[in-house]
């Protein structure tokens, strides 16, 4: 992509180039893109299925929660709970300002002509985007260290602690989203004029910004990655001695089952959206600021990316709901609990 195939800066936009607005052109086509891509149903049904899939599986882990004896296992259940709680609130936020504008469709600029909303909406795809992948890696990382270093720590994390980890997270992500409310990049509309985002263009500020978003995303994917397939290979390892019988745990292969769930849906939703925003401001960098709006068809490419990344929230609660053992045992009934005498972890 270089800079000959950018739209032309028009007169029409020289006075929005430096609010939300600027990139893109709500009066071009507007019609034809909310009729063949921005269906208000489409936009309802997605978000309905998300937060009913999130919400059964919060109800099946706070159920799971209070008949846990195991300490790992609980720990284990609050990052899950974390995760859970954090797809559900960013499909209720972002849909509450997407699927009312389907179906009212009404003018960005006008309604919010100080950018206060496009901000917020900004903002909350950031946050509720790079939450549940620092969540998975941190899962990944408590896993690995329970089962590779059982003994390295004298107890398990405590239910308060891995809240407190989960609330770092958070405050994390939240930092990260409001760096362009404090000057590093822009959040502007998006095609098709229903939300807001990072900004892709060669702005120095937004530049770095969309590489400090996808870098650490991307980041947390690898390192998801490293942490279970090394903690697989381990409890394979495990399962497969001759005292198998005697430490085969069954709590681990589920939770480690889960893991690899999560991390494979978080790979294919959200690797393509990564990548892409890499590619897409780096090939730009040659113009220096010179564009002032993205090709309509790299504008649609983002688009398509963004509902690849909305799967992963609604996926993500099912990993739990149908990766339990609870489950797993009515398909598999060879996967019915044995005497555990030996556990790694203390």
Known sequence: MTGGDME??????SGQSDTCFGMFNASDNQDNAQNSIASPWFSTAFGLIGLCSNLFALCVLLGSSRKMSSQARSSFLVFLCGLVV??????LVTASVIIPYHFIKFAWAKVDPGCHLCNFLGFSMVFFGQCPLLLGATMAGERFFGINHPFSRSTSISKHRAWSIVGLVWGFSCLLGLL??????????????????LTLLPNTGDVVFCLLFALLGIFSVLLSFIFNTVSV????RVYHDRESVQRRRDSEVEMMVQLVGIMIIATICWMPLLIFI?????QQLPASGQIQRLPTETQKMLLIYIRMVTWNQILDPWVYILFRRAV????????RPRPSIVSLCP
């Not at 032309?8 to 936009?13: Q, R, V």
């Not at 954090?86 to 499909?91: A, P, Q, R, V």
């Not at 797993?328 to 996967?335: A, D, E, F, T, W």
């Open 328 to 335: 797993l045992q009515r398909i598999y009934p060879s996967l």
């Open 8 to 13: 032309p800066h028009n007169g029409s936009m």
């Open 180 to 197: 362009p409310v404090l000057g590093l990049g822009r959040y502007t509309l998006q095609y098709p004029g229903s939300w807001c985002f």
């Open 86 to 91: 954090t797809d559900f609130m960013g499909l």
């Open 278 to 282: 890499v590619q897409t401001v780096l």
């Open 233 to 236: 290979v381990t409890l394979c």
